[in-house]
């Protein structure tokens, strides 16, 4: 599956934004899918993980409260809603899709993703 997040942008400390991944070539409801960052000289860093039929979720504690992820499998696409967002939170987010025939999946290591989208830069000035 071809995967593009868009939504990325410069805010303020506090705001809101919404990651948008839109999926292309497969149907997204067979994937698990997952949404990552990365700043410059680190490792990639899990944020938030969806079951196929969105029932499941799990989430890093560094975001657990303030992002939400969720899907819409009719229009093909994986959401990350952010708030309260702070200057840490700056990287470039990524979402990861990954096919599993289970339906009660959900992933949290890069490794088990095997497809990933172009990112977009999230900037949180203070």
């Known amino acids: 599956v071809q995967l593009q997040a868009s939504g990325g942008g410069l805010v303020q400390a506090g705001s809101s934004l919404r990651l948008s991944c839109a999926a292309s070539?497969?149907?997204?409801?067979?994937?698990?899918m997952g949404w990552f960052r990365q700043v410059p000289g680190q490792d990639r860093e899990f944020l938030a993980t969806i079951s196929r039929s969105g029932g499941y979720k799990d989430y890093a504690d560094s975001v657990k409260g303030r992002f939400t992820i969720s899907r819409d499998n009719a229009e093909n696409t994986v959401y990350l809603q952010m708030h309260s967002l702070k200057p840490e939170d700056t990287a470039v987010y990524y979402c990861?899709?990954?096919?599993?025939?289970?339906?009660?999946?959900?992933?949290?290591?890069?490794?088990?993703?095997?497809?990933w989208g172009r990112g977009t830069l999230v900037t949180v000035s203070s």
């Open positions: 990861a899709g990954a096919w599993r025939s289970h339906s009660n999946v959900v992933l949290t290591d890069t490794g088990s993703y095997n497809d």
């Open positions: 070539g497969r149907a997204l409801r067979n994937y698990v």
